[in-house]
């Protein structure tokens, strides 16, 4: 398959993901930091491994057991949440994709030159989905003000917290 073919299947994944979605998912990918070179450390293996926040915009608690992230939208299935993964309502969590397949830690990493990242329910239908373009080191993309379609770049990143939109140094229209 070439290049450009490539690109094309990419952008028609994307538009049906965004149909798919709907108005406002209640779980959404809310930041990742895809080149963390002396960020924040990831408190189980002392590294600075890249990370993927997801944020619960609902006021219930929500069991993520069975839920699945990917960083290839052609590969829903390919990391599955452990059973017994709960996000408080109004919260945020943090996977660290370091390829440790421990916990919450990914057993797949994010490439900083860009790539996709997908939130995937136990019945694999798109919860959240986009596609990124090359990052800058240690500093994380995310959404404005938790915003459904305005995402920015930080110097400051907030795993497992609201994005601080005095940190906002590019903003950027939605990924694809």
């Known amino acids: 398959m070439t290049t450009k073919m490539r ?4 952008l028609l994944v994307c538009l049906v993901v965004q149909t798919v979605r709907g108005e406002q998912a209640d779980i959404v990918i809310n930041e990742f930091l895809a080149s963390n070179q002396g960020q924040i450390k990831d408190p189980v293996f002392s590294k600075f491994s890249d990370w993927i926040e997801l944020h619960n915009t609902t006021d219930r608690d929500i069991d993520l057991s069975g839920y ?5 939208l052609d590969e829903p299935v390919m990391w599955r949440i452990p059973s017994g993964t709960l996000i408080p309502k109004a919260g945020y969590l943090v ?9 919450l830690h990914t057993d797949f990493r994010l490439n900083r030159v860009g790539e996709q990242l997908g939130l995937y329910s136990p ?14 080191d240690d500093m994380s993309f995310g959404r404005l003000e ?3 379609t305005q995402w920015v770049v930080f110097d400051l990143p907030t795993p497992g917290r609201a994005n601080d939109a005095s940190h906002a140094v590019d903003v950027t229209p939605s990924p694809l």
């Open 68 to 72: 699945y992230l990917t960083d290839n």
């Open 95 to 103: 996977f660290w994709a370091d390829g440790q397949d421990v916990g």
């Open 146 to 148: 938790n915003s459904e």
């Open 7 to 10: 690109m094309v299947l990419s």
């Open 123 to 136: 019945d694999r239908i798109v919860v959240d989905a986009l596609s990124f373009g090359t990052q800058q």
